[in-house]
């Protein structure tokens, strides 16, 4: 198995964290011991507004001379939004993007590229939206067929959290393009078994990220009915934690992953914000943890060691 460092841990996504430059998160995965490096399609990485012809040449010579594979081109896609201002080609706006994240994608010698479907709006109807990313990932995933690009649609995005729900658009979509990103913290958060998710995803599992949490209590607050007060509800806020140091159960996870085959990628990210604050060495810090963890408990499952 091939351990990736996603670069969004290393951007300034979260408050306070620190956002280095492509060059350095570049070489960052390397000083760090990761195998590859998964790139944000985004600034202040690998936007493709920012990346030209001659930039993306360069690019893909420095992963190579660091020693490095790019696994993964990260897309943030969100074909569920669309209805606030129907004067706005909204639809249109996301599909060039993810047309342009595929090409990036094949430029830079990248067969992966992780999609979202959508977020959900409360106030439209949940068929609707469902409708709206079918059809439009369908309409990107032909460009990705024509470059020869895996979708990895992954299980994160509201509209799509359910691994079951992940099966199914992809059933609808019918592309050979699609593909699965599966990740373990949302099957942990949708209560549904390790096991049971990784067999059913099986072979069109190409890609998978890994996170850990620990959630914390910031307050109480009343709840109130019409005439008395009923009880209180609670806040949490997830913080990152290395890997194998929070909630989520990587051993059942690894051990479900030996048992479809699955011997391919698995990145390292950062999913909130981090437990020690977001300087440069806790983020290193962390991030190598991740990493020793990662291998030791690959070399455990599927090797015995």
Known sequence: MKFILHSVSYSPTWKGQTALSLDRVVAKAAQLGYDGIELIAKRPHASPLDLGAD?????????????????????????????????????????????????????????????YSGFLRPHIPYEDQWNWCVQYIREGAKFAEDLGVFLALQNHSEITVHYQDVLQMIQEIDSPAMKVALDAPYIHRTGEPMEKAVAAVGPLMVYSTASDQVSRTIAFHNAPSMFKMTGYYSLKKNLTVPLGQGQVDYRTFFRALKGIGYDAYLAYEICTPIQGGGSEANLDRCAKDSLDYLRTLYREIYSGK
């Not at 490095?68 to 990260?74: D, G, K, Q, R």
């Not at 606030?84 to 595929?102: A, N, W």
């Open 55 to 115: 930039a993306r040449k360069r690019l893909k010579e420095t992963i190579l001379a660091k020693g490095l594979e790019l696994a993964c081109i990260a897309g943030y896609q969100d074909f569920s939004t669309g209805l606030e201002h129907p004067d706005m080609p909204h639809f249109e706006k996301e599909l060039l993007y993810l047309r342009e994240t595929v090409r990036l994608a094949h430029d830079l010698g990248c067969r992966i590229v992780r999609i």
